[in-house]
């Protein structure tokens, strides 16, 4: 039988063990960093309001029907011609958490036009005005925030991290 072992300097093991000890506080404050600004981020994006829709461009409906019932609960409403009130956009809540499940971000709006303008059930007119999707908008983010997560592992556990060579 052969046995051999080898250790560790050290001097590398405590440098090591500093390291990460350092890394727990600076990791908290970059992900709280990442956080707030994908949030800001992520809000901005979804509460983004294209142009208004010119009153001589034709509009495609996808049928009569949602045409006639779009047009009558803007009279019930006494909002035509049509006045934006903004409360679409001022509905969306942005929310990210971190726990041992991940980072977990959940975007909120109980507006009730939401689906049909920015959500699955999107009208063509919707599309055609570049209305900005909840849907591709979430997926974005998840990839800045991965991208970006790992970036803050790296600035937090390397020593050099922002120190120009």
Avoid: C
């Avoid at 970059?30 to 949030?39: A, D, I, P």
């Avoid at 969306?92 to 991940?102: A, C, I, P, Q, S």
């Avoid at 908008?137 to 970006?148: P, R, Y």
């Amino acid at each position: 039988m052969y046995r051999a072992s080898v250790k560790a300097d050290d001097d590398i093991v405590e440098a090591n063990i500093e390291a990460v000890d350092n890394a727990f506080p600076i990791m908290k404050t970059l992900t709280k960093r990442r956080f707030s600004k994908t949030k800001s981020k992520g809000l901005a994006r979804l509460r983004a309001e294209p142009a208004l829709w010119p009153e001589n461009k034709p509009r495609r409906w996808k049928s009569r029907r949602q045409q006639i019932y779009v047009i009558m609960l803007l009279k019930e409403e006494d909002n035509l011609p049509y006045q934006r009130t903004h409360n679409l956009v001022n509905a969306w809540e942005l929310n990210l958490t971190l726990d041992d499940n991940g980072a977990t971000i959940t975007a909120e709006n109980d507006d009730p036009s939401v689906q049909f303008v920015q959500g699955d059930w999107t009208q063509p007119m919707h599309l055609d005005s570049e209305w900005p999707q909840a849907a591709p908008i979430l997926t974005d983010l998840q990839e800045e925030l991965n991208d970006g997560m790992i970036e803050d592992w790296f600035t937090a556990t390397d020593p050099r991290a922002g120190v120009s060579s």
